[in-house]
């Protein structure tokens, strides 16, 4: 039976007693259904795992006994940023997810002219913390052991003055691929749009920021498609696969 793993972003160390919070223990006790006894794994996003196994598991409490710290490292070899148009609902739940699963470094939620989501004040904080929630269930799920960051969501304007390493902008008007790139040296920065893409006068800022445009392929890809299509080729070319 495969081992589930779970997230607990609190300290850990070998032969501690872990009392799970409502909602870790309610996901542990009622969607994994273990039970006491049982062996899981556990990370907090400081780097490796931990072995644990179930003390109490009742309506009442959940407490785990953690184990053996094993140094296990799952990270892609290549620091990439993601800066995502915001789109609705579950594209951009399945955009983030999995570029998780796809080794990104960092995630920024992006404002841009044709974004059809609008997020001010309590919803933008209910929006940011489900993104997070996403991100823990997909390192969960993939086997990693560091949690990318979900940074605040905010303009594109805003952002591009933050980008760092080799700066990719996705755009299927684009004459150029990703194989006409020389390999990067650091970080690379990948900036993918929303839903109806960028203006082009966002186009023009992200040139102007030193972002080189690329394409894809012939056909014009969705907004959750295409994120995720540069992430496994960037992967393919000079990061996980890369020889």
Excluded at 124 to 135: D, F, T
Excluded at 145 to 161: G, I, K
Excluded at 196 to 205: C, N
């Amino acid at each position: 039976m495969r081992i589930s793993r779970l997230y607990l972003p609190v300290p850990l160390a070998s032969g501690a007693d872990v009392v799970l919070d409502g909602e870790r223990a309610h996901y542990l006790r009622t969607v994994l259904r273990l039970k006491r006894g049982f062996d899981l794994t556990v990370f907090n996003g400081e780097g490796g795992e931990f072995a644990a196994r179930i003390g109490v598991c009742h309506r009442e409490a959940v407490s785990l006994t953690v184990g053996a710290h094993r140094p296990d490292d799952r990270e892609s070899r290549l620091d990439v940023r993601l800066g995502l148009g915001i789109s609705r609902g579950e594209r951009m739940d399945l955009a983030i997810q999995k570029a998780v699963e796809l080794g990104v470094g960092a995630i920024t939620p992006l404002f841009t002219e044709r974004c059809v989501v609008q997020l001010d004040g309590e919803r933008k904080a209910q929006r940011l913390e489900h993104w997070r929630r996403v991100v823990w269930a997909a390192c969960e799920q993939s086997g990693r052991n560091r949690v990318p960051e979900v940074l605040e969501p905010r303009s594109l304007e805003a952002w591009l003055p933050e980008a760092a390493g080799l700066r990719i902008c996705l755009d299927p008007h684009a004459v150029h691929g990703l194989r006409e790139l020389a390999p990067p040296v650091g970080s690379v920065t990948l900036l993918s749009g929303p839903e109806g893409g960028f203006s082009d006068a966002e186009r023009d800022m992200a040139v102007a920021a030193a972002f080189v445009p690329i394409r894809l392929g012939p056909r014009v890809l969705r907004t959750e498609t295409a994120a995720l299509a540069a992430l496994a080729a960037i992967q393919t070319l000079w990061g996980d696969m890369a020889v």
